[in-house]
T-cell receptor
Framework: GAGVSQSPSNKVTEKGKDVELRCDPISGHTALYWYRQRLGQGLEFLIYFQGNSAPDKSGLPSDRFSAERTGESVSTLTIQRTQQEDSAVYLC??????????????FGEGSRLTVL | QQQVKQSPQSLIVQKGGISIINCAYENTAFDYFPWYQQFPGKGPALLIAIRPDVSEKKEGRFTISFNKSAKQFSLHIMDSQPGDSATYFCAASITQGGSEKLVFGKGTKLTVNP
């Protein structure tokens, strides 16, 4: 499909394990975002990539969280030593340089993480 | 303050009624105000957006009203339908130090009864 693709769609892990979440943005979209959505809560900004510029990591909640993006393609969000409070849906979004200026992001369906 | 405050948390409306969701912000650096709609198990999708120099924008049954002096904006859904049942998020766009991102409200779960 032509939308944002995320994997896995569901991940159950044990406390203390590391997890990796993947995002395939829409082809040609230079901007890529990760958001976290806890149950019944809004979307919490985590990190923003724009082309080859340095990412905005200001939303990462702790040094256990990191993300990478290769050029303008796939991104991975890594959570090390997972904690129960990390349980949430992790949403990836992408956008073009023009559309992001008017607030239009294209979201994937998310990766639901459950930490036992 | 990079917050957007949204109310109510949940809303139940009868079919054909008007649904109204309100949002407020403090940061005058916000430069665009979109609304997103999210169905269960799906990612949010853009519904409608407004610039701060416009007081109202209408698309079909959906209208955004924007009050710049009060730093408030609202979504009105006219002739609400059961298919409109979803969670709605207001958001505000901000550009800082070369980074552009959306700040979201906590969401309103709308239920439209048939």
């Amino acid at each position: 499909g032509a939308g944002v693709s995320q994997s896995p769609s569901n991940k159950v892990t044990e406390k203390g394990k590391d997890v990796e979440l993947r995002c395939d943005p829409i082809s040609g979209h230079t901007a890529l975002y990760w958001y976290r959505q806890r149950l019944g809560q809004g979307l919490e900004f985590l990190i923003y990539f724009q082309g080859n510029s340095a990412p905005d990591k200001s939303g990462l909640p702790s040094d256990r969280f990191s993300a990478e993006r290769t050029g303008e393609s796939v991104s991975t969000l890594t959570i090390q030593r997972t904690q129960q409070e990390d349980s949430a849906v992790y949403l990836c979004a992408s956008s073009s340089s023009i559309k992001k200026r008017t607030g239009e992001l294209f979201f994937g369906e998310g990766s639901r993480l459950t930490v036992l | 303050q990079q917050q957007v405050k949204q109310s109510p948390q949940s809303l139940i409306v009868q079919k054909g009624g008007i649904s109204i969701i309100n949002c407020a912000y403090e940061n005058t650096a916000f430069d665009y105000f979109p609304w997103y709609q999210q169905f269960p198990g799906k990612g949010p999708a853009l519904l409608i957006a407004i610039r701060p120099d416009v007081s109202e924008k209408k698309e079909g049954r959906f209208t955004i009203s924007f009050n710049k002096s009060a730093k408030q904006f609202s979504l009105h859904i006219m002739d609400s339908q059961p298919g409109d049942s979803a969670t709605y998020f207001c958001a505000a766009s901000i550009t800082q130090g070369g980074s552009e991102k959306l700040v979201f409200g906590k969401g309103t779960k709308l239920t439209v009864n048939p």
